[in-house]
C-alpha cells in the first residue's frame, strides 16, 4: 500500500486516460493521414507527422478521436504504445520510433506521457513543437509523483489496485491500475459509461517506480509548447498543470475537463496539436 505523501508515500499514479491508436496498440504503429487539406495556408505546406504518446491507465485508443480529426485534416499519425516503466526507458522506446519517421514530426504527450516526451524529443531537430495534454512537465530532477503532491486535489491513492509483478530476472515491482469501478469518477468523469467501462477494462499499468524516476532532460527548454490544462482533473490537479505550462511558458488552452481529455474533447485536442503544428512547421 502506498499513498500520495511518499507515493504520498507509496500510493499514487501519474494517470491516465487513454492513449490510444486507430487500433490495437501492440507496439508500435502508423496511420497514414489522407490529403485533405484543412485551410488554404496549411494545404500548402508538407504537413509534419504526429506522434501521440498515452500515458498511465490508457493504451493508444485513447486517441482514437483526435486521430479521426487529425487524419480529416491531412496530418500523417503515429500512436505509440508506452511500456510505462520508466521515464528514461520508455523515452529510449519513443526516440526508436521518431528515428524510423522522417521529416518533421509534432510530438503529443498525455499525462505520464508528457514526462516521456520531454525527455525523447531532447536533442532532436526534426522536433518542431511539444503539445502537452493533461501532462506533466518536468524539470530535470523532478518526478511525477513530486509533481502532483506540489499542489492539492488528487484523489488517484484511494483508487489505485496495486499489483506486485516479478521480472524474468527475478527483481520485483508494483504494477499500478485504477480500480475499475472507480475509473469513470476518477478521470474519466466526461465520459460516457460505456466508454469508460471499457477503458477502464483495457488500461495498461504503470509501474509505480515510474512515477518516483527523476526526469534528466526538459526538451520543451528549447522546443514551443503548447498545453491543454483540464481544471476538472482528479489525476494531476490543475494548479500543478498551470505551474508547469507557465514555467515552460506554453501556450496554453483551458478547458472543464476530466484526464480524459482527449476522450471527451478529441476536437479540441486536435484542433490545439494543429495550431502547434501549424505555427512552427511553416
Do not use: C
Request: glycine share 8%; no cysteine; aromatic share 6%.
Amino acid at each position: 500500500m502506498f499513498s500520495i505523501k511518499g507515493l504520498r508515500g507509496r500510493r499514487f499514479v501519474t494517470a491516465v486516460a487513454a492513449t490510444v491508436t486507430a487500433g490495437v496498440a501492440v507496439g508500435t504503429f502508423a496511420v497514414t493521414a489522407n490529403s485533405a487539406p484543412e485551410h488554404a495556408e496549411a494545404g500548402r505546406h508538407a504537413r509534419p507527422t504526429v506522434v501521440l504518446e498515452h500515458g498511465a491507465f490508457a493504451d493508444a485508443s485513447s486517441w482514437n478521436g483526435v486521430i479521426d480529426e487529425l487524419r480529416a485534416d491531412g496530418y500523417p499519425v503515429v500512436a505509440a504504445a508506452n511500456p510505462l516503466r520508466g521515464p528514461h526507458s520508455d523515452a529510449t522506446s519513443l526516440r526508436s520510433l521518431l528515428g524510423h519517421i522522417k521529416g518533421p514530426k509534432i510530438l503529443v504527450g498525455h499525462s505520464y506521457g508528457g514526462s516521456v516526451i520531454s525527455q525523447a524529443a531532447t536533442g532532436d531537430p526534426d522536433v518542431k513543437a511539444l503539445v502537452y495534454v493533461a501532462a506533466f512537465l518536468p524539470a530535470p530532477g523532478e518526478t511525477a509523483l513530486g509533481l502532483t503532491n506540489k499542489y492539492p486535489g488528487s484523489t488517484l491513492p484511494d483508487a489505485l489496485d496495486p499489483v506486485p509483478f516479478t521480472n524474468p530476472d527475478g527483481t520485483t515491482g508494483t504494477d499500478l491500475y485504477i480500480q475499475q469501478d472507480k475509473f469513470r469518477h476518477q478521470f474519466a468523469a466526461d465520459v460516457s459509461r460505456n466508454q469508460a467501462a471499457l477503458a477502464a477494462a483495457g488500461q495498461r499499468p504503470i509501474a509505480q517506480a515510474a512515477l518516483e524516476e527523476k526526469a534528466t532532460t526538459a526538451a520543451w527548454k528549447t522546443i514551443p509548447s503548447w498545453d491543454v490544462i483540464t481544471t476538472q482533473d482528479l489525476n494531476i490537479p490543475a494548479a500543478a498543470q498551470r505551474f508547469m505550462a507557465q514555467r515552460a511558458h506554453a501556450h496554453t488552452t483551458e478547458v472543464a475537463a476530466s484526464h480524459s481529455v482527449a476522450v471527451s474533447h478529441p476536437h479540441l485536442v486536435a484542433g490545439v496539436i494543429e495550431k502547434a503544428a501549424r505555427a512552427t512547421t511553416r
